[in-house]
């Protein structure tokens, strides 16, 4: 960790953690793109193999009851993503702007959107306990047959096995980084609204020991670092044309009803309709 | 006498005499005394030839680093040092363990007389060393017998706790930050520092108090493990209640808050019914570091089994006991060298502990040279303060002024080590001061985790004036009274008594009594220079923004003990060595007192030699240099010695030219027949003395000398005639000095700005042995009294229990154009009838009444409302005017 | 914790002496470099051992760094020219009488004839808490000690503070602002002229400079315009002491007057804020108005608009106004409370 983190000398003359190397930052960045890179790369001879449209045909003949357009975000969840999105990205560009130069008054834009995107989490987290399927966006043992089963699709083969439900693997995997990332920066962040002048709580700079507060200003630097490879990662796969429609339903809450039953296993993703019936 | 160019009139008395009764005193003139010279000193001292002891190279030197202990209360688990006694150029470590034990503590201490630390008797000084502690008399407002000692502890029936350990120049359990942990020695002192870099030293973290009230809250921590309150030579652990914690919150003094010390006279409470007029307040003082000039550096080596050591020590004689028990060795294997000392202001009175560590690291060094510089943040940690108080006041009036009672309640930031006497000397100088004839004191001495307090020029006695003045002046404004005439009524005259008792002390008891007091002359005096009727008229006169105020404050201090020898050798040259064991701590004392043995025995100055600074040189025993007690105590030893040298003389006449040795008396050029002509030159006496040997060469001498005199006298024995005696002159009293100070101020009421237009300083010393320094320590305490009340401070935060006023411009002692252009004393020259040649000190009586003066001044100005703890800054001013009168600032915090 | 101090690390000493010189060392040790004109700020760093530069760059010998010249009215001073000369000059004092006031109430004698109105201007925040080596957020550590609620924070900020609270602690620096002054600093062949505005920076902008520099820049020269010579101008400085102390608070203005009114000012308040803290708002407000004690009130209430105070500091909200009253009225003797 010698380079990684910076060091102090406290006014007790004992050594604490002050804050990450923002050189983590130019490595998540990097790094991001770097993935970006090697992914665009293997896409370009990506085998992926998605439903055979016979199949497709089929199911879709299968289910007429089916709605030409199947929602998968409801406006609620279309406008938390948003919230947090936008929430996210000031909170980025707040803090990492004045590392590569762009000097300005960041903190109280920094805080606010911490602010914004904390709100927003704790309404999310309502929101999927008691409205959504909670349970559709968490990966656990039980998804290793879908896991074997999506890696022999990449390769080409047509493997049995589970298809992806609402959310396919890869994006499951994503929100669970995002998941352990987000409420490390905010479980920090928040506990930092008592070190600025916020007018929102008593300040106490002087709440956790120097010690303490320094492992604090490492996890939300580690973290918020973490975050710039991660919102690399899903703003390019926002963009790549094969999942467009993925970033379409994002905005306007729906698919197509063959995107619907080329994509997911319609058995572990009951499609609703646009007015939030179940139709299957 | 017909050859004397100039009489000596009147006549010196033989011994101390008190003038008839009715008779008024008159000064006194001499032929050297009185009059303005050049000390020997003063032109190495301007020109920069003067040795400091940091001006010191030997051959081989080595320089130390002291490493800083970083917390405020910790213990050390370990030291690895392996890291940086491995790097080339590094010579050695010296940690706590190294240090010698303290000699045992002597037997059993009365309570009382352990609690009260006089005020102006030395510091730092391990319990139980042969310091001059013990025998230091008559200190600041907690005199010896025959009542007892100030400040003294209350009766306790349950069992005392053990006394405190002392301090030593090192620690394993550092009680403040900056205290020093290890030394290192190296060959330059970059190289020791880089090197003290590479040590790790583990601590446990103790808990620690920096305010003292915050000390007191009920489940604080307590600054020491043993508890958070001084008493005696021990502690306790005392925490107010809840709800005495509310009013300091509130910034309210709880007056009936517990207090471990009470002292009384006579009975506040009929005291105050008796009153007409009640005034009373809560109270601040600051803590102020003591920043002398010249930093308590030291070098030291060893040579032929002894130790010598160059310091910066404010007396010389009585620092060589402290310095050979912090070192371990016998006062007889030290050499102690300090010619010159750029100040100490009672932080340096027996020298510092510090001064053990190059020494000791020399001794481990097997002699080699070791300088020990202390840097400007190294002092401000290491080099004292004055403790800070937090408190409350209120006295009672009479409608003509007369003060009825006064009853008082001192928490007082004793510093990590030891009780500090301050408070209880502040309120026994109040019963002088204002002779009340009632009056209480409760006090608390709390232990914080800042430097260490000690004795700072006027310890208690400065404090004392801040504390009361103010109050008095408030009275006399309400009650319509002048100032100076409510002073005049209250003030103490001839051989006033005073001195408060522990409670259930037996009446009837005797009280102290002071040898001299010309107060009212000051007053009067000090009036007339200052123009005070006139000046009244500028009383919140306003121009501009600016408003005017006037003041007058009274101050009083010890000065003088007794006891002490002195030491002469006139030699087969003709010249008079003059041997002074009084540290040259810059007020000129190391001199002026020499000029009574030329004085007594009519000896020309340009004859006299004045040797000092230097242990080997052979040096007489000394008071300390503190409790402005020199001037008086030696004057005294230097014409009982001076008387010597004349008898001598007479008796050598007598013996080679016949008759009686009182046919026979002295002129400038030696011994005269009376009504004749010259029988011996100087020279010739000398000769004749060391042919008779006996008492007249210094084989011989008086049994009651002291060792170190008897020392002395056994190095020069042989080289001429020599005098020699101790002070056994009788005194019936404790001798104070007395100042009144007049200040005109203005305020500038929009941005709280004030400056000092005028201050007159008049002392009531007695003989003024020496105009330009009489001035100067005028001046010099009034300058140190008005940086008190206008700017200087120490500044600590509290959370993490540092030093943030840690350079000498965040201490903020007062500049040259902080006071008025043109400052003026006079002295009442009435001299004390127990000294024959009637003076009195003065180095601390002057710091309490500049201040004083200034604070009334102030109140004058903007009114009694507002200023309710010291230094006075622009805000406290400004913001209570822009206010309505109602100050903004937080009353009680320390440490701001 | 109190490190040791008074002891100097070793350092490489380059005393150039031409600017090109210095500018060439600078660019070769880039961060490494420090930068010294009288070293009044510098020793202080050195000798506590908080800041080590291997390279320390001594323009003592830059003789083209001193002196004051005429600029078409207006002046330009060198750098390096000593704030006594800058105080005692004649030019100075005729045209940029509030300067040179500035400049003579800074610190002591001793310093002003060893410190330089560069260096004086470009000096580091002295907050207690940051010069005593603490991991503050100015030193790159994430906290402010002296914005705490214990804290003693009297000298500190009520203005613009982001995290950080410390102040500039400049006399000389809002005279110049107050004057429209430039800076020119060079950097290898480059030249940049800077408003004296734009030269101080908040720590919202950059939480470890006060100013625009940047390690191998060079400050080598401050001009001021002619637009202010011959105007009214006032400066006053708060402190407790009258030799050696900073200011609690300073004010620095410069008014035009056509006939009666006020047709243009400039008033800058220091002490208050990180940068020399320009009262924007009461300079527009007294435009056209006379200098009276209306106009003084109104100013006074406009200037400590957004003022948030410390445990300690409050007086300063009163005190700029006092300050800011005090500058409008001038030497008239109208009491303004």
């Known amino acids: 960790m010698g380079n990684l983190v910076s060091w102090a000398r406290s006014p007790w003359g004992d050594s604490v953690l002050t804050h990450i190397s923002w050189d983590l930052f130019w490595a998540s960045l990097i790094g991001g793109l770097l993935f970006l890179v090697a992914h665009g790369g293997y896409m370009l001879f990506s085998q992926h193999h998605k439903r055979d449209s016979s199949e497709v045909d089929r199911m879709e003949a299968d289910r007429k009851g089916l709605p030409a357009n199947v929602l998968r975000h409801g406006f609620v969840a279309r406008m938390f993503h948003w919230v947090m999105a936008f929430s996210m990205l000031t909170l980025l560009l707040t803090a990492f702007l004045p590392i590569v130069g762009v000097q300005f008054a960041w903190v109280q834009w920094h805080w606010m959107a911490g602010i914004l995107l904390t709100a927003s989490i704790m309404f999310h987290i309502v929101h999927a306990t008691f409205v959504l399927d909670f349970w559709s966006i968490w990966v656990g043992p039980k998804d290793i047959p879908e896991f074997k089963a999506e890696m022999m699709r990449e390769v080409g083969i047509d493997a049995p096995g589970p298809k992806p439900g609402k959310y396919p693997l890869g994006n499951r995997l994503y929100h669970l980084a995002v998941v352990v990332a987000g409420l490390s920066v905010i479980v920090t962040g928040i506990l930092m609204m008592w070190r600025v002048r916020t007018g929102l709580v008593e300040r106490n700079p002087y709440m956790l020991t120097d010690s303490t507060w320094g492992i604090t200003y490492v996890v939300h630097g580690l973290m918020g670092v973490g975050f710039v490879g991660l919102v690399i990662a899903h703003i390019y796969f926002a963009l790549r044309p094969e999942k467009l429609w993925v970033t379409k339903s994002m905005i306007f809450g729906t698919i197509t009803r063959r995107q619907y039953l080329e994509h997911h296993d319609p058995d572990r993703w009951v499609a609703e309709s646009k007015s939030g019936s179940n139709v299957g | 006498m017909a050859e004397q160019q100039k009489p000596v009139a009147p006549a010196i008395p033989v011994a101390p005499t008190k003038p008839a009764p009715g008779e008024a005193p008159k000064k006194l003139e001499f032929r050297l005394l009185g009059h303005n010279y050049t000390t020997p000193d003063l032109v190495a001292k301007v020109t920069g030839k003067a040795k400091y002891a940091e001006d010191f190279r030997a051959e081989g030197m080595v320089f130390i680093k002291l490493m800083p202990s970083p917390r405020p209360h910790a213990r050390v688990i370990s030291i690895d040092a392996s890291a940086a006694l491995a790097m080339p150029g590094v010579h050695g470590i010296l940690t706590a363990k190294d240090l010698p034990a303290p000699p045992p503590p002597p037997g059993p201490v009365p309570a009382a007389a352990a609690a009260a630390r006089p005020a102006g008797t030395p510091p730092g000084t391990p319990a139980g060393s042969p310091a001059p502690q013990a025998a230091a008399p008559g200190g600041g407002g907690a005199p010896a017998a025959p009542a007892p000692a100030a400040g003294a502890a209350p009766p306790v029936a349950a069992p005392t706790p053990p006394p405190m350990p002392p301090e030593f120049a090192l620690t394993d359990e550092p009680v403040y930050e900056g205290e020093p942990i290890l030394a290192i020695a190296a060959d330059s002192e970059e190289l020791a520092a880089e090197a003290i870099d590479r040590i790790v030293v583990e601590f446990e973290a103790l808990p620690f108090v920096i305010d003292p009230l915050e000390g007191m809250r009920p489940g604080s921590p307590d600054g020491r493990t043993q508890g958070n309150v001084f ?290 002359e000051c007053l009067d005096k000090g009036a007339e220079i200052f123009g005070w009727e006139a000046r009244k008229a500028n009383s919140g006169k306003r121009t501009g923004s600016k408003v005017r105020g006037i003041g007058v404050a009274t101050g009083a201090y010890t000065a003088g003990s007794i006891g002490v020898d002195g030491l002469c050798v006139l030699r087969p040259d003709g010249k008079l060595e003059i041997h002074q064991g009084i540290g040259n701590l810059g007020t000129h004392s190391v001199v002026d007192t020499a000029r009574v043995i030329a004085e007594i025995a009519n000896v020309p100055w340009e004859n006299c030699e004045v040797v000092w600074g230097n242990t080997a040189k052979g040096l007489p025993w000394s008071s300390i240099q503190a409790g ?98 101790r002070d056994n002159l009788p005194r019936d009293g404790q001798t104070y000095g007395f100042m009144s100070g007049f200040a005109e101020v203005e305020v500038d009421v929009e941005t709280g700005v004030w400056r000092i237009l005028e201050y007159v300083g008049v002392a009531d010393v007695g003989t003024v042995i020496h105009p330009n320094s009489l001035g100067g320590q005028i001046h010099g305490g009034g300058i140190q009294g008005i940086g008190h009340v206008r700017s200087q401070k120490l500044v600590y935060d509290p959370h993490y229990g540092a030093g943030l006023s840690t350079r000498l411009h965040h201490n903020k002692p007062p500049t040259i154009l902080d006071i008025p252009h043109t400052l003026k004393w006079a002295a009442v020259e009435l001299p004390d009838p127990t000294n024959p040649i009637g003076a009195k000190g003065i180095g601390e009586p002057s710091v309490g009444a500049a201040a004083g003066a200034v604070l009334n001044a102030l109140a004058d100005a903007i009114g009694d409302g507002i200023i309710r703890r010291t230094p006075v800054q622009p805000e406290h001013i400004m913001e209570a005017l822009a206010n309505g009168g109602k100050p903004a600032y937080e009353p009680l915090t320390a440490f701001i | 914790m109190p490190p040791i101090r008074d002891a100097m690390s070793a350092f490489e000493l380059f005393q150039p002496a031409s600017v090109g010189d210095a500018l060439g060392i600078l660019d070769r040790h880039g961060a490494d470099a420090w930068v010294m004109a009288g070293g009044m700020d510098t020793f202080d760093w050195l000798k506590d051992r908080i800041k080590k530069p291997k390279v320390v760059v001594d323009l003592g010998m830059v003789d083209e760094l001193r002196g004051i010249k005429d600029a078409a009215g207006g002046l330009e001073i060198g750098a390096t020219t000593t704030l006594t000369t800058v105080a005692n000059n004649p030019l100075v004092k005729e045209r ?42 100015r030193a790159g550590g994430n906290i402010c000690y002296a914005d705490t609620p214990t804290a003693v924070n009297r000298e500190h900020a009520i203005f613009n503070a982001d995290r950080c609270v410390a102040v500039n602690p400049s006399d000389t620096a809002p005279a110049l602002v107050a004057l429209d002054a430039e ?155």
């Open chain 2, 231 to 520: 008493v005696g030579p021990s502690m306790k652990t005392v925490k107010w209640t809840a709800a005495d914690m509310a009013m300091v919150d509130a910034g309210k003094f709880p007056v009936n808050a517990e207090a471990t010390e009470t002292l009384t006279y006579g009975d506040i409470e009929k005291g105050f019914a008796e009153a007409d007029l009640i005034v009373e307040r809560d109270s601040q003082q600051q803590t102020t570091s003591h920043q002398p000039l010249e930093s308590r550096s030291a070098m030291a080596y060893w040579q032929n089994g002894k130790c010598h050591i160059n310091v910066s020590t404010q007396s010389l004689a009585r620092t060589v006991a402290a310095v050979a028990g912090w070192v371990g060795i016998k006062p007889e294997e030290l050499v102690l060298i300090s010619e010159y000392t750029g100040g100490g202001f009672g932080s340096k009175i027996p020298g510092s502990q510090s001064i053990a560590i190059p020494a000791l690291m020399s001794k481990k060094l097997n002699g080699r040279p070791v300088m020990m510089r202390i840097s400007r943040a190294e002092e401000t940690y290491i080099g004292r303060v004055r403790p800070g108080y937090q408190g409350w006041v209120k006295m009672g009036f009479k409608k003509d002024g007369r003060i009825t009672a006064v009853d008082t309640f001192i928490v007082e930031a004793s510093g990590p080590y030891r009780r500090q006497g301050d408070h209880a000397t502040s309120a026994n100088l109040a019963t002088l001061q204002f002779q009340a004839p009632n009056m209480r004191f409760r006090g608390l001495s709390v232990a914080t985790n800042t430097p260490p307090g000690t004795s700072q020029r006027a310890p208690g006695g400065l404090q004392s004036s801040v504390w009361f003045e103010p109050v008095v002046a408030e009275a006399a404004r309400k009650l319509g009274i002048d100032q100076v005439a409510i002073r005049r009524l209250n003030a103490p005259e001839g051989t006033a008594q005073f001195g408060l008792n522990p409670p259930n002390t037996p009446p009837g008891r005797p009280r102290n009594k002071v040898t001299s007091c010309f107060v009212k």
């Open chain 2, 628 to 725: 402005s007690q020199t001037t008086y105590a030696h004057t005294r030893a230097n014409y009982a010695t001076g008387m010597d040298l004349k008898k001598k003389l007479t008796e050598i006449a007598a013996k080679d030219f016949g008759g009686t040795p009182e046919q026979y008396d002295t002129n400038a050029q030696g011994v005269i027949r009376k009504g004749g002509g010259l029988r011996l030159t100087w020279a010739k006496a000398a000769e004749r003395a060391i042919a008779l040997g006996g008492i007249y060469d210094g084989t011989e001498v008086p049994k009651e000398l002291n060792a170190m005199t008897k020392a002395a006298a056994a190095a020069h024995k042989g080289r001429g005639l020599m005098g020699v005696a």
């Open chain 3, 96 to 137: 940029f009488p509030l300067l040179a006031e500035a400049a003579l109430i800074v610190a002591s004698p001793q310093i002003r004839n060893q410190g330089t109105v560069g260096g004086n201007i470009s000096q580091d925040a002295r907050c207690w808490y940051y010069r005593a080596g603490w991991p503050c957020y």
């Open chain 3, 183 to 337: 800076f020119v600093i060079k950097r290898g062949s480059a030249e940049r002229v800077v408003p004296a505005r734009e030269f101080f920076i908040g720590p919202g902008i950059d939480i470890t400079r006060l100013t625009v520099l940047q390690p191998g820049d060079l400050l080598t020269a401050i001009r001021i315009p002619a637009t202010w010579a011959g105007k009214a101008h006032y400066f006053e400085k708060v402190r407790d002491r009258m030799v050696w102390d900073f200011a609690l608070v300073n004010i620095a203005a410069s008014l035009n007057m056509s006939g009666a009114t006020i047709s243009d000012a400039r008033m800058v308040v220091n002490g208050v804020a990180a940068e020399p803290y320009r009262l924007d708002a009461v300079e527009a407000a007294i435009k056209g108005r006379p200098r009276d004690k209306a106009t003084a009130e109104m100013a006074a209430d406009l200037a400590v608009q957004g003022a948030v105070p410390l445990r300690h500091n409050a007086y300063k909200i009163p005190l700029v106004k006092a300050l800011v009253k005090r500058a409008i009225r001038g030497e008239a003797e109208w009491a303004t409370s």
